[in-house]
């Protein structure tokens, strides 16, 4: 499976994914990571790892539908199958759903439909549940919502600081996105209506 990789960020999410895809317990190619932002860590991540990385800065287009297009253009170029959105700052336009109808996904460091956005995390912890998680979700128009595929869940510590759960979401992250992956490089997921069935793996 190709699988191509969009981040904004220091990209520890697409790490996780190049650290097993190189171990062999992902099986995908990662045929490209594509990032808006000059400068991101994830960036040099790639290059490290020798994996293409294409910098499109979104600020460099009139509009989002025109800076999508040239992003589109890129996955299909690089074969991609599979569209992994990873710290990815940008919403999607419909014209690429349309172009990866079914196959973008997303990460996000709290337990979904609870506490969407770009700061869902932390709100959770300001909010003060006790049990808070990251989702790994397939991608619709409006942000943060899609049939989930995996949750993990993880319990938030009395008095615990913002930045320490959020840094142990982090590290669930790179144990359930890979896992979500996975299950789709070997067909196992099945989409009815909102939810999301994995069917069993081989022994
Ligand atoms: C993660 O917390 C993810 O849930 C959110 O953005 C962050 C990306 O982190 N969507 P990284 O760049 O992979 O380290």
């Excluded at 040239?70 to 919403?91: F, I, K, P, S």
Aim: glycine share 8%.
């Amino acid at each position: 499976l190709n699988i191509a990789i969009l981040a904004s960020g220091s990209g520890s999410n697409a790490q996780a994914m190049i650290d097993k895809a190189a171990a062999g317990v992902l099986d995908v190619n990662i045929c490209c990571i594509v990032c808006n932002r000059p400068g991101a860590g994830v960036i040099e991540r790639a290059r490290k790892a020798g994996v293409t990385c294409v910098v499109l800065d979104h600020e460099e287009f009139a509009d989002r539908e025109s800076y999508d297009r040239e992003v589109v253009q890129t996955l299909q170029e690089h074969g991609t199958q599979l569209v992994v959105l990873a710290g990815y700052m940008r919403m999607l336009s419909t014209a690429f759903l349309d172009a990866f109808s079914g196959r973008v996904i997303n990460i996000h460091p709290a337990l979904l439909p609870s506490f969407p956005g770009v700061h869902g995390g932390v709100d959770a912890c300001e909010y003060g549940v006790k049990i808070s998680g990251c989702t790994v979700h397939f991608v619709e128009e409006k942000m943060d919502s899609g049939p989930v595929i995996i949750q993990a869940a993880v319990p938030v510590n009395p008095d615990e600081e913002v930045d320490d759960l959020m840094q142990r979401i982090h590290a669930m992250e790179h144990r359930i996105y890979p896992q979500a992956i996975q299950w789709f490089a070997q067909n196992r997921i099945n989409v009815w209506g909102r939810e999301v069935h994995v069917a069993p793996g081989k022994a």
